[in-house]
């Protein structure tokens, strides 16, 4: 099974900082063939399900302000927050869905400063 | 608009059986693999199970494989989750939710609101 961690598990940022976390998979997640990495985040507000954010690795989802980026390839990847806002105030997850079984990384909780 | 409405939740004894329901609309439902993903209380996500587009793959977690069964049913366009030999560690909320394409390798692009499993004596 491919295993996702993330770091850190928590960070506090001010308002209009910039936030930025990683995670890293312990197999590649980059598919060859299309030269594509299987790589989603997601954010989830306490209460609600888990929002897409960005997916192969790096592409935005529709409606998802431009304050959100990813990058990477393989097994590194990181997701940026250019600069926070209140609302993004949450917890984020990256995903592989590469390999079955599909997993997800533990998480990492964003608050404001 | 896309809307994933998840029946079927409750109290159920170990040893138990349920089968959740998603009631699917917005989109053509063929045409996008579904699945599965749960979140016990206070912890992380869990991927569960994925059906593709045709119905013709299907996928499990390690923890479930054995033990639930993923299944829909075009006519009416609704996702099923059997899940039997249910265990206290499967007690979380399940998450019904969309891929971006038919196939069962796509990101997860819309998600339900979730309904609730306790596993409980």
């Known amino acids: 099974d491919i295993v996702m961690t993330q770091s850190p598990d928590s960070l506090a940022v001010s308002l209009g900082e910039r936030a930025t976390i990683n995670c890293k998979s312990s197999q590649s997640v980059l598919y060859s063939s299309n030269n594509k990495n299987y790589l989603a985040w997601y954010q989830q507000k306490p209460g609600q399900p888990p929002k897409l954010l960005i997916y192969?690795?790096?592409t935005r989802e529709s409606g998802v302000p431009d304050r959100f980026s990813g990058s990477g390839s393989g097994t590194d990847f990181s997701l940026t927050i250019s600069s926070l806002q209140a609302e993004d105030v949450a917890v984020y997850y990256c995903?592989?869905?590469?390999?079955?079984?599909?997993?997800f990384g533990p998480g990492t909780k964003v608050d404001i400063k | 608009e896309v809307q994933l409405v998840e029946s079927g939740g409750g109290l159920i004894q170990p040893g138990g059986s349920l089968r959740l329901s998603c009631a699917a609309s917005?989109?053509?439902?063929?045409?996008?693999?579904m699945s599965w993903v749960r979140q016990a209380p206070g912890k992380g996500l869990e991927w569960v199970s994925v059906?593709?587009?045709?119905?013709?793959?299907?996928y499990y977690g390690v923890s479930v494989k054995g033990r639930f069964t993923i299944s829909r049913d075009t006519s009416n366009n609704t996702l099923y989750l059997q899940m039997n030999s249910l265990r206290a560690d499967d007690t979380a909320v399940y998450y019904c939710?969309?891929?971006?394409?038919?196939?069962?390798?796509?990101?997860?692009?819309?998600w339900g609101q979730g309904t609730l499993v306790t596993v409980s004596s």
């Open positions: 917005g989109f053509t439902f063929s045409s996008f693999a």
């Open positions: 192969w690795a790096s």
């Open positions: 059906i593709s587009g045709s119905g013709g793959e299907t």
């Open positions: 995903h592989q869905h590469y390999s079955i079984p599909f997993t």
């Open positions: 939710a969309r891929g971006r394409s038919a196939s069962s390798y796509a990101a997860i692009e819309y």
